[in-house]
């Protein structure tokens, strides 16, 4: 396997591509204007990284997932992803990018909740797609905060710039928000993909050989990432992808609650649960009524 080049300030990366560093924990490069003259096909940053590419220009890999960069597309990397990258030899980029360290938001609003922007951790194929008028949007973020790297160090830069990264994330929410929107279809499949998974991991003897199914496992055999997944079903249903599993497991509670010959305890094992308690205090919490309860009303 290739060794994987890694850069952990936003400094080095500015170096890497022979750019002026102007702030040592920020930065926003425009790749028309310069690029290194080897691309290393593996990389792991120590800081927050977004990529505006305006072309067509290779592969970006995350695990087994391959993502073609098209036209107008957002990438988000967090500190410590490995990317694989294929590029050609003679291509030339063109698109932005937004760098910033960890330690430029310790402190501020946005280091309090940078983990509420799940899509850092969205697999690359899960990218954002950007409509004409929203990069525009994009690019005025950007050049708000390159104002700011420009007119040097003072009381204010680090809350300025920080609120405009933040800035940038929130119209980035929406965007994806409008993104899920316009994919209905495709997450209505998957929603459907979903259901028969946990149709067919309750019939299986899974339940007993590895337990209650995890929004992890779901996400992987459904070919995403984790954070993606969630996000999903949250916006297709209005419950969390674990509130959704649990509604879904006490449906089949109550279907096998009504053979009269099974102890509950056997219904929970049945279905996962290493502890019979758990099972009762997760059957009531939804439904108002103990398993026993339940069985004795119907």
């Given at each position: 396997m290739e060794k994987i080049q890694r850069i952990d300030t936003v400094s080095e990366h500015d170096t890497f591509y022979h750019k002026e560093n102007l702030?040592?924990?920020v930065?926003?490069?425009?790749?028309?204007?310069?690029?290194?003259?080897?691309?290393?096909?593996?990389?792991?940053?120590?800081?927050y990284a977004v990529y505006l590419k305006d072309v067509q220009c290779g592969d970006l890999k995350y695990g087994r997932s391959t993502y073609d960069y098209q036209d107008k597309t957002l990438v988000f990397v967090a500190p410590g992803q490995i990317i694989n990258v294929n590029i050609d030899e003679n291509y030339k980029p063109q698109g932005f990018a937004l760098l910033f360290h960890p330690d430029l938001i310790h402190g501020?609003?946005?280091?309090?909740?940078?983990?509420?922007?799940?899509?850092?951790?969205?697999?690359?194929r899960e990218a954002l797609h950007l409509s004409e008028k929203e990069r525009k949007?994009?690019?005025?973020?950007?050049?708000?905060?390159?104002?700011?790297?420009?007119?040097?160090?003072?009381?204010?830069?680090?809350k300025?710039?920080?609120?405009?990264?933040?800035?940038?994330?929130?119209?980035?929410?929406?965007f994806y928000d409008r993104q899920f929107i316009t994919r209905n279809d495709a997450n209505r499949t998957n929603i459907e993909k979903f259901d028969n998974l946990l149709k067919d991991y309750f019939n299986s003897d899974k339940p007993q050989t590895i337990g209650l199914p995890s929004v992890a496992y779901c996400a992987e055999q459904l070919f995403l990432s984790p954070n993606?997944?969630?996000?999903?079903?949250?916006?297709?249903?209005?419950?969390?992808?674990?509130?959704?599993?649990?509604?879904?497991?006490?449906?089949?509670a109550k279907e096998r609650i009504m053979d009269a010959s099974k102890s509950v305890s056997e219904i929970a094992y049945e279905l996962g649960f290493k502890y019979p308690q758990h099972f009762t205090r997760s059957f009531k919490k939804i439904t108002g009524y103990s398993p026993l309860e339940y069985r004795s009303l119907n």
């Amino acid at each position: 396997m290739e060794k994987i080049q890694r850069i952990d300030t936003v400094s080095e990366h500015d170096t890497f591509y022979h750019k002026e560093n102007l702030h040592p924990l920020v930065s926003v490069i425009d790749f028309s204007e310069t690029f290194p003259e080897v691309y290393a096909s593996r990389m792991s940053f120590g800081f927050y990284a977004v990529y505006l590419k305006d072309v067509q220009c290779g592969d970006l890999k995350y695990g087994r997932s391959t993502y073609d960069y098209q036209d107008k597309t957002l990438v988000f990397v967090a500190p410590g992803q490995i990317i694989n990258v294929n590029i050609d030899e003679n291509y030339k980029p063109q698109g932005f990018a937004l760098l910033f360290h960890p330690d430029l938001i310790h402190g501020t609003a946005l280091g309090r909740h940078i983990d509420d922007y799940s899509f850092f951790s969205y697999e690359s194929r899960e990218a954002l797609h950007l409509s004409e008028k929203e990069r525009k949007i994009v690019l005025d973020c950007f050049d708000k905060i390159k104002y700011e790297l420009e007119q040097g160090t003072d009381k204010h830069s680090k809350k300025l710039i920080a609120a405009n990264i933040e800035l940038f994330l929130d119209y980035c929410v929406r965007f994806y928000d409008r993104q899920f929107i316009t994919r209905n279809d495709a997450n209505r499949t998957n929603i459907e993909k979903f259901d028969n998974l946990l149709k067919d991991y309750f019939n299986s003897d899974k339940p007993q050989t590895i337990g209650l199914p995890s929004v992890a496992y779901c996400a992987e055999q459904l070919f995403l990432s984790p954070n993606y997944f969630g996000d999903m079903v949250k916006k297709e249903t209005g419950k969390t992808a674990m509130e959704y599993i649990h509604l879904k497991i006490v449906d089949l509670a109550k279907e096998r609650i009504m053979d009269a010959s099974k102890s509950v305890s056997e219904i929970a094992y049945e279905l996962g649960f290493k502890y019979p308690q758990h099972f009762t205090r997760s059957f009531k919490k939804i439904t108002g009524y103990s398993p026993l309860e339940y069985r004795s009303l119907n």
